[in-house]
């Protein structure tokens, strides 16, 4: 059985990974992306410790909330970046200062 560290340990990987997309991309798709980087590490934590609770499948159930709701955002957050794209004829998020036309 692997170890519930090493669980924790690939989560803070693919969390700091994912914070420094963030952080460092000027490309909307790109800053996204990290979001979702973040968001996968944060299933895998739900997910590592419902393994080791053994006492019923809450992580898993939360796992799956999770992840609808990060499929609905993506959703949402690529509409808004094909809008800002037609506007501004950019997707960097600095270029572009407002969503009125």
């Keep these: 059985m692997i170890p519930l560290a090493h669980f924790l340990f ?23 992306m ?21 006492i019923d499948n809450t992580g898993e159930i939360f796992a799956l909330f999770i992840i609808v709701l990060a499929a609905a955002a993506v959703a949402v957050a690529l509409v808004i970046i094909m809008n800002l794209y037609k506007r501004s004829q950019t997707i960097d998020p600095n270029q572009s200062n407002t969503l009125k036309g």
């Design 10 to 32: 690939i989560g803070a990987t693919l969390f700091s990974l994912g914070l420094f997309a963030v952080i460092t991309r000027k490309n909307a798709i790109q800053i996204l």
């Design 34 to 54: 990290g979001v979702e980087l973040m968001i996968n590490a944060s299933i895998l934590n739900m997910v590592a410790f419902g393994k080791y609770d053994r």
